[in-house]
């Protein structure tokens, strides 16, 4: 029997996700798959690409105005900050992985680079051999200094200036209600796999 092939995909914006499940498995398979309780329709579609979309963009775009600031990464960033906002500009590793949501071994690979710029420097902790304290150094504190007004002002620039005082209280708002339904013991991934597991395919071949 001669084969042909068909597309069962869509075009990104023409449809959502439920009707490429819908054409791809078949209307009795979808409805096992896909029970009435976890369908999302539409618009919630539109809604949650929407808010991946932003998360995405203006991650990058706060990342690239680092670079051009200070020469330091986003995850670099993250790190300097926790550990200049303590008293003695020093963390326990396994406390700034606690602060950071990150896994331990994440922490441990960003500080090793960090350590070889000379941004910060490890130490042994005196009452725990098997831990470390993670301190900024010279270097490592100048770039804080020198891109801190800049990222606030970036931070302003694309989130706060655009929306309303009551349009900050919504989100912060969401934003708590959705963290609080999170589950504190689902572990930490890294966030290119989230922005990858969010991406829906645009098109899907099979054969007839």
Same mark, same amino acid.
């Given at each position: 029997m001669a084969q042909e092939?068909?597309?069962v995909g869509v075009e990104v914006g023409l449809h959502s996700e439920t009707t490429f499940l819908r054409h791809a498995t078949g209307a009795a398979l979808y409805h096992w798959f896909m029970p009435a309780d976890t369908e999302i329709s539409s618009e919630e579609w539109a809604a949650w690409r929407s808010f991946i979309d932003m998360r995405r963009r203006l991650g990058q775009t706060l990342e690239r105005e680092l670079q051009q600031a200070g020469d330091?990464?986003?995850?670099?960033?993250e790190i300097l900050m926790a550990v200049f906002a303590e008293p003695n500009r020093r963390i326990r590793a396994k406390n700034l992985a606690e602060h950071l949501g990150w896994e331990k071994s994440r922490v441990s690979h960003q500080v090793t680079r960090m350590e070889k710029?000379? #941004?910060v420097e490890r130490t042994?902790?005196?009452t725990d051999?098997?831990?470390?304290?993670v301190g900024l150094t010279a270097d490592g504190k100048r770039a804080v200094l020198g891109t801190m007004r800049e990222h606030s002002a970036s931070i302003r620039r694309y989130f706060?200036?655009?929306l309303t005082a009551?349009? #900050?209280?919504?989100f912060a708002d969401a934003s708590g209600r959705i963290l609080s339904a999170i589950s504190d013991d689902c572990p930490a991934i890294d966030d290119d796999a989230v922005a990858n597991a969010t991406t829906p395919p645009v098109a899907h071949t099979v054969d007839a």
């Open positions: 092939s068909c597309v330091i990464s986003g995850p670099e960033y710029r000379g #941004l042994e902790c005196d051999l098997r831990g470390s304290w706060l200036d655009v009551e349009e #900050l209280r919504v």
